[in-house]
């Protein structure tokens, strides 16, 4: 067995998102330091405020505005922060309910220690010396001993309000793409191209995937194919791609490697876009640096017969 | 109503990490381990349903490619929930149900080791107030153990015994990835410590469900599903009360768990806090053998945990070790969604 290969992978997207009239007012209003809640139905006032009722899911407009101080109703010690919560220090994780609302906000208390939370405390707001309309515009809870706040009715209307969020996610993974991928790339440092055989229909994968998706079981012989193929069929690509330095037109291409029973994908180069065909013989052109073959070109090999390949289009 | 029972059941050994093997590698055993067990070949199987997350590997599309351990070409009827394949279970039932099937494959697997899965869950919540804040699985629900605390319901100690009996009983389970005398530990999120939380791994499982005469046909002891149902609460956790799942309750009450006693609970519980909130939405009392298999806190492969409660459940019936058993999965942050289903064997309804 190969050695298993792994690589570290970022997954990162910066999802852009629409506000509804609610939470736009609710972020726009964290920007201006005011906290508004929206009231049920039933008279109940919830912060954060949402646009459906939670409980019957009728739409809900009718915005208040509430204290920035309230009461801690359950709270977690968190004494390692991870990477992207709101404070890098040990915090704690809290659930606080404002004054004049009836249901708990999720955030983060700024205090010395565990000895110093309990479910019941007093805390205010501290905002961010920076606002743009986000959760985040909360920098955090910290302890407060003054007098509790009230409520009042509020329009929602700010200047200049924030219609959506931007919010960045970053994940990162150590990849391992498993035992027949591990070899497949193996292979591909030493310039061969290895796939794998289905020990009941005898098809021959590549790249494999580890298994045979007509018969779904293991496939595990390993076999050598190509270098040489069949273009089986082909598109002319005419738009450029961000980052990808090739002139377009370009052609790109399935081509079946000789003694593979599936097609795999790549670019022709080395003739010009217009002259590919279907039945096309080619070989991969390596590159310095690069674990695939650059592109296919041409062998100069009379066209296959479409019998030949039919089978794989 | 059809009856449907699950007729078999596989599961990997739950690892920490099995950087050797993609998913379908991963996964590839148990489905050929549930086939055997019927005697069914993929050809034979009316309806394939998955539950997994392309987040927990980061692996783009990863459910198509563990299709091809189930041999979809020629295409196969077959359907994915992004979601614990408890859920793949339901429709599948759903799907048998409507006749258009007779049988079903089930299958669901998590690969946790190549991401941070206490980040990765994140990304599951509300993406306006709560995930910008980026609150973990585990930080969420320490919240929601205090809160039992501060109830009454519950103290540190008697969360370590839930958590001391769980890889106890999972001593019995070749399948666990944490058995035996396991340390409490460190608080990882106060006043959860390691003991308190679930193994991180890798694991895969599978089930075949069967209607009628092909399910007595394909087992000795079919686990019947007599009822089974799932239930939501609101995303907001603080306009949820934590202590309690009315979500539980509701879907109990809905599969007809109340209507007569359970001899056998498999709860998914992945926080030891989390079994005390479930056994009170239940009302289980100590005549119950609850998590015989050791649960979550024993192995749990996130996206395939609750699929196993079902599972187990089902093997004890299989097996004549239960008559009549509660089978809980649960998704998203501090149990806000809840499936129950209750199994019974054929002689508790002789
Ligand atoms: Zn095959």
């Known amino acids: ?9 970022v997954v990162e997207f910066p999802f852009t998102r629409s506000l509804g009239p609610v939470q736009s007012a609710f972020l726009t209003g964290l920007r201006e330091r005011t ?6 139905g039933d008279g109940k006032v919830l912060v954060p405020p949402v646009e459906y009722d939670p409980v019957t899911a009728e739409e809900i407009q009718d915005l208040v505005e509430v204290a920035a101080t309230g009461t801690v109703t359950t709270w977690a010690w968190n004494p390692h922060p991870r990477r992207d919560q709101p404070l890098d220090t040990p915090f704690a994780w809290v ?20 000895d110093a939370v309990h479910t019941g405390m007093r805390v205010r707001v501290r905002w961010a010396g920076t606002r743009t309309g986000a959760i985040t515009d909360i920098a955090c809870f910290e302890p407060y001993e003054g007098e509790p706040g009230g409520s009042a009715p509020h329009d929602g209307e700010f200047a200049d309000p924030v219609t959506g969020i931007v919010t960045p996610a970053r994940l990162d993974y150590t990849y391992s793409p498993g035992r027949a991928q591990s070899a497949y790339l193996e292979a591909l440092a030493g310039r061969r191209v290895v796939g794998e055989r289905c020990p009941s229909c ?17 496939t595990d012989e390993r076999v050598e194919v190509g270098p040489r193929g069949t273009v089986t069929t082909f598109c002319v690509v005419n738009i450029k791609a961000k980052n990808l330095d090739i002139e377009v037109p370009y052609v790109y291409a399935h081509i079946a490697l000789d003694g593979a029973d599936l097609a795999l994908h790549a670019r022709i180069g080395g003739i010009p876009y217009d002259q590919v065909r279907m039945g096309l013989r080619v070989e991969p052109v390596w590159s310095e ?10 062998t100069g090999e009379p066209d296959a017969d479409y019998d030949a390949y039919k089978e794989l289009v | 109503m059809r009856d449907v029972a699950i007729v078999a059941f596989a599961q990997t050994d739950h690892l920490r990490r099995t950087d050797e093997l993609s998913e379908v590698e991963m996964l590839m055993p148990v489905l050929h381990q549930v086939l055997d067990a019927t005697g069914l070949r993929t050809s034979d199987i009316g309806f394939t349903c998955s539950g997994s997350s392309d987040y927990l590997a980061g692996r783009a599309f990863s459910f198509t490619m563990a299709l091809d351990g189930v041999g979809a070409h020629p295409p196969i009827s077959e359907s994915h929930v992004e979601m614990d394949g408890a859920w793949a279970l339901y429709e599948a039932w759903v799907k048998i149900q409507t006749g258009e099937a007779d049988t079903a494959l089930v299958y669901a697997y998590g690969k946790s080791s190549p991401g ?10 509300d993406p306006y107030y709560t995930a910008p804040l980026w609150p973990d699985s ?27 009996r769980s890889r106890a009983d999972a001593a019995d389970n070749p399948h666990a990835q944490l058995s035996g005398p396991v340390p409490a530990g460190d608080y990882l999120v106060q006043p959860l410590r390691t003991g308190d939380c679930p193994p991180v791994g ?9 209607a009628g005469d092909t399910a007595r046909a394909l087992c000795d002891r079919p686990a019947w599903i007599r009822g089974i149902d799932h239930r939501i609460e609101a995303h907001g956790l603080g306009v949820r009360e934590l202590t309690e799942s009315p979500s539980t309750r509701l879907a109990a009450e809905r599969a007809g768990v109340f209507e007569r006693p359970v001899d056998t609970a498999e709860l998914h519980a992945p926080f030891s806090s989390q079994q005390v909130v479930l056994r009170k939405a239940l009302g289980l009392g100590d005549e119950v053998r609850v998590n015989p298999s050791g649960g979550a806190l024993a192995a749990n492969p996130v996206m395939a945990a609750g699929l196993i409660r079902l599972g187990e459940a089902a093997a004890r019936i299989h097996r004549g070790e239960s008559d009549r058993a509660l089978a809980h999965a649960t998704s998203g942050p501090c149990l806000q969604q809840n499936l129950v289903a209750v199994l019974e064997g054929e002689s508790a309804h002789a």
Request: contains cysteine; hydrophobic residues 50%.
């Open chain 1, 1 to 9: 067995m190969p050695d298993i290969l792994s690589a570290p992978l």
């Open chain 1, 35 to 40: 906290v508004l809640g929206v009231r049920t």
């Open chain 1, 95 to 114: 659930l606080v309910r404002l004054d004049g609302a009836d249901t708990a906000l999720l955030h983060v208390l700024d205090a010395p220690g565990p």
């Open chain 1, 202 to 218: 005898l098809k021959v994968y590549v790249p494999p995937r580890g298994a045979c998706p007509t018969c779904g079981v293991a």
């Open chain 1, 289 to 298: 640096g690069n674990r695939h073959p650059d592109h296919y070109r041409p």
């Open chain 2, 116 to 125: 941070q899965v206490r980040d990765v869950l994140t990304r599951q919540l």
């Open chain 2, 138 to 164: 585990i930080a969420l629900a320490a919240l929601q153990a205090q809160a039992l605390i501060d109830a009454g319901d519950t103290d540190e100690t008697a969360l370590a015994a839930v958590a001391a």
């Open chain 2, 202 to 210: 890798d694991g895969a499982a599978a089930v075949i469900l069967a």
